[in-house]
């Protein structure tokens, strides 16, 4: 019995034991299939990491590094190895060669090529073609691999360059600098970059083999404690090219240049050697806005050790102490070779060919055509927000002007013989080649005894003229009345556009234009060369002048209506003295050669300026906008001329040719007749009225009492002119058959004119009577009983118009009886249909005949011509006249319309 439980707990045992075996053999099985997986999945993240994260990465990274040193993990870190390898080697079969490649076309020439074959060439790039978007610094290599492939930094209007060195590598990373330099200014024409270096540490010293660019003003060095005006100057040259050139809604001069065919400002590279130490506060925010705001304006900078944190494209390159570098361009992984510092004498000797041909084309005497655009770009400029066009060269780019919101008009000074003529006749076709006709406006005046402007209307052999000029006033010296109207005229179109702009609802002609499309607001341009004698008088042209023109100056900006001013010498107008408002507004200043008093008191640049150069400034005359500019020829032929040719072939079709006025011509009676609008009542024609419109001027001679027509003058000439007209003209108004003409000459000196006069007449088809003075009292007498039975109704109101040549002649042959006839002709022959037309040699005996029966309201119009404004004051009581007679005009009074005496231009009889 003892034996059977033994057995069975042995069996037990055996059988647990077993189990513990097998169990035991489950949880090892289980325990390795767990550490596989755990492993499987360790192996597969760290894979994974490394994959994303780069082996280099790795190892610069605490916490992956520990996973690197881990063997147990080694199978996952040889498999990504391997691959890397398998891909650079692919990489290295073709990658340097296809980045070269593409750097070729990126950087041509010294941008990109080996310095053997550029160093000591000149650039020829102008800036307005492609542009090299990239510039070599050195040779790339990854692990230290061959072949190594050229790596490149963009700079001009592309990215501003930050540089970092250490103490060891600070002459390397000089070298680097003056090395991309050199590559820039030998790709270039001189001129199209500027250079501006300033060191923190040195006066000179720095860049030594650039040094030569300064002869010639490529270069700028600044003071090391001038870091603040640095900024300052490039600051303002950020403003300037805001509000003068990017104003026609380009956002860079890199678009604009693309859109216009050329660039018209040069680019500049300021250079700042730092000692990585940060800059005062001040500064530090100058430098983030230059350096935001500068590559749309051309301004791009290169940083050597000069902190800087600023939201703007930017690329770093960071020097070792073994001087090799990382690139931005590259990433870390790519250890960048600078290329080595070029032999000192060689960059001195290419910097000297440099300035030399810099020194070249600066003498160079810039041409007119050289100013104006290419010729598929002619008229496709808009002026919108203004209008701007270059007139002359700044070391060989041109240079604008312009005349938008910020600088709404211009003053040009120079004393005679300076070029005023010569410059105006540039900016005139500079702008007329960039904006059309719909979009630009010219009223030219010449007050001066010239005909500079008179080339821009048809003439006998040229028959072409501009079709942007709307005017052209030439030889007014004597006509003040004339410049007085064309202010007016701006006046009131001012205040057309500014009626049509409240209609909808805007300000400015900008917003007209854009509210407005189909209609046609263009910019007007007022040149008025010699302007100085509009104000020459203490009288009432020069106040209502005075008025006019700082209404227009001061409210034109707005509307589109642009002043330009050109005078010898403006300090002498009386006018203007007390009223600095005036000049305020003119912001653009011209100063020619020995010009005084157009820029500010103490700018005395115009001084030393050499023929053919000018002072422009768009800051008021202040000394820090000067611009010093060389003018070209625009008076030889191929220049204006061939610019006005163009332009009449382009735009002159359906268009109506300007006015010209010519202050040496009396327009001849046709012409006025042609201009003579069609009235109710019969007008005699006396002349041509002194305004924009050149209309003529008449007076009414309807059936109403006073309504006849004076001529007061002593001499014969003109006044035989004036009545000839006068009666011709209301002949030729009266349908055939329907107008009788009394002609009386009453000296022997008229019978010539008056024969002349006759002769019109009939032609007109009217009746026609000549009375000598030996009959002219029967005639009156005859006149004066027919005026009675016409008020007592019982004669026909037939029209009869009475023409007197020296009408105080007849004393002689009047009696009494004679002169009362007369009178009474004056006085109750207009209402029934009777009309003296008279030529009195003298006020005084006019007033002789009208003391008596008649009155002075019995001439209602009348016209002197040589005589005195003293002597016509009893024609006008209660009116002061200031008149004083010169050849070829007249004063002309008609109450009916008139509430002061206006001057008219005598007309011409004579056939042409």
Not at 195 to 216: A, E, K, N
Not at 272 to 283: F, I, M
Not at 309 to 330: H, K, Y
Not at 719 to 742: K, P
Request: aromatic letters at 6%; glycine letters at 8%; charged letters at 25%.
């Amino acid at each position: 019995m003892a034996r059977g439980p033994s057995k069975r707990r042995q069996r037990i045992a055996t059988a647990f034991d077993a189990l513990c075996v097998a169990i035991a053999r489950a949880l090892g099985a289980a325990e390795g299939a767990r550490e596989a997986a755990v492993r499987a999945h360790a192996e597969a993240m760290v894979e994974m990491w490394l994959r994303e994260e780069g082996l280099d990465a790795a190892e610069s990274d605490p916490g992956l590094r520990r996973i690197l040193a881990n063997r147990d993990l080694g199978r996952p870190i040889k498999r990504v190895e391997f691959d890397r390898k398998a891909a650079f080697r692919d990489w290295l079969a073709t990658g340097p060669g296809r980045l070269t490649q593409i750097l070729a076309e990126a950087a041509p020439g010294a941008a990109g090529g080996d310095p053997d074959e550029w160093l000591g060439q000149v650039g020829k790039i102008e800036g307005s073609g492609p542009v090299p978007s990239l510039w070599t610094i050195g040779t790339g290599r990854v692990g230290g691999a061959e072949p190594g492939f050229p790596v490149a930094v963009p700079l001009l209007d592309e990215s501003h360059l930050q540089i970092t060195s250490t103490h060891d590598s600070r002459v390397r990373a000089e070298a680097l600098v003056e090395n991309l330099l050199l590559r820039v200014m030998s790709s270039f024409r001189p001129g199209v970059v500027q250079l501006h270096v300033w060191d923190v540490g040195r006066f000179t010293g720095s860049l030594p083999g650039l040094y030569p660019l300064t002869r010639t003003g490529l270069l700028t060095v600044h003071d090391p404690g001038m870091l603040e005006e640095l900024l300052e100057e490039l600051s303002d040259r950020i403003r300037r090219v805001h509000t003068r050139v990017l104003v026609d809604g380009h956002p860079s001069l890199r678009v604009m240049a693309e859109t216009v065919g050329g660039r018209t400002e040069p680019w500049v590279v300021a250079v700042l050697l730092g000692n990585r130490s940060a800059l005062k506060d001040a500064e530090h925010r100058q430098l983030q806005r230059v350096a935001r705001d500068g590559l749309a304006c051309g301004i791009q900078l290169v940083l050597l050790d000069v902190p800087l944190t600023v939201n703007a494209p930017i690329e770093t390159i960071r020097l070792a102490d073994s001087g090799i570098a990382t690139s931005s361009m590259t990433g870390q992984y790519v250890a960048v070779e600078p290329d080595p510092p070029l032999p000192q004498s060689e960059v001195t000797r290419a910097a000297h060919a440099i300035a030399d041909e810099h020194e070249r084309w600066r003498s160079r005497i810039g041409t007119f055509a050289d100013l104006l655009p290419p010729r598929d770009k002619w008229g496709e400029s808009r002026s919108v927000s203004g209008l701007h066009a270059p007139v002359g060269f700044t070391d060989g780019l041109p240079s604008q002007v312009a005349l938008a919101d910020a600088s709404p008009h211009a003053l040009i000074g120079g004393p005679s013989g300076s070029g005023k003529t010569n410059l105006l006749l540039t900016m005139i076709s500079s702008m007329a080649a960039r904006y059309g006709p719909d979009e630009l406006e010219f009223y030219l005046l010449d007050f001066k005894e010239g005909v500079s402007f008179a080339q821009f209307a048809p003439g006998r052999r040229d028959k072409t003229w501009l079709p942007h000029a709307r005017l052209i006033g030439v030889n007014i010296n004597t006509d003040r009345e004339f410049g007085l109207a064309l202010l007016q005229f701006l006046s009131d179109e001012m205040r057309r556009r500014a009626e049509a702009a409240k209609a909808h609802e805007v300000t400015k002609l900008e917003e007209l234009r854009r509210e407005d499309p189909d209609g046609r607001w263009p910019r007007i341009v007022a040149v008025i060369d010699e302007f100085q004698y509009l104000f020459a008088e203490r009288d009432a042209v020069t106040r209502q002048a005075t008025l006019l023109l700082e209404d227009v100056a001061r409210r034109g900006r707005s509307q589109g209506i642009h002043l330009v001013l050109a005078s010898q010498d403006v300090s002498g107008i009386e006018a203007f003295w007390g009223r600095p408002a005036i000049f305020e507004q003119f912001v653009l200043r011209i100063a020619l050669p020995r010009a005084r008093r157009v820029l500010a008191e103490l700018n005395d640049a115009t001084l030393g300026l050499p023929r053919w150069h000018a002072v422009i400034n768009h800051e008021s005359g202040i000394t820090h906008g000067n611009e010093v500019v060389r003018i070209p020829d625009a008076t030889g032929k191929g220049s204006v001329d061939e610019v006005q040719r163009i332009l009449h072939d382009s735009y002159a079709e359906g268009r109506r040719e300007p006015r010209l006025f010519d202050g040496s011509r009396s327009p001849h009676l046709s012409e006025l007749l042609a201009v003579l609008p069609a009235r109710n009542a019969p007008h005699a024609l006396v002349g041509q009225c002194i305004e924009v419109a050149g209309s003529a001027a008449a007076v009414a001679l309807p059936d109403a009492p006073g309504r006849n027509l004076g001529v007061l003058a002593s001499g014969l000439r003109e006044a035989v002119q004036v009545l000839g007209a006068a009666a011709a003209s209301l002949a030729g108004q009266h349908v055939r058959d329907t107008l009788d003409v009394v002609i009386a000459p009453l000296i022997a000196e008229a019978t010539e004119p008056a024969e002349r006069l006759a002769e019109r007449v009939a032609g007109a088809g009217q009746r026609v009577e000549t009375v000598r003075l030996d009959g002219f009292r029967a005639r009156v007498e005859a006149l004066a009983q027919e005026v009675t039975e016409r008020l007592a109704g019982t004669a026909s109101r037939h029209p009869v118009a009475l023409v007197l040549y020296a009408a105080d002649a007849a004393e002689t042959a009047l009696d009494r009886a004679g002169t009362e006839a007369l009178r009474k002709i004056l006085h109750f022959g207009p209402e029934t249909g009777v009309h003296v037309l008279g030529w009195w040699r003298s006020p005084a005996r006019l007033k002789a005949l009208l003391m008596m029966g008649a009155s002075p309201d019995d001439l209602g119009a009348w016209v002197a011509l040589d005589v005195q404004g003293s002597e016509v004051q009893p024609l006008v009581p209660g009116m002061f006249v200031t008149w004083s007679p010169r050849p070829g005009r007249g004063l002309l009074f008609d109450r009916a319309q008139h509430t002061q005496p206006v001057v008219v231009i005598v007309p011409s009889l004579e056939d042409r």
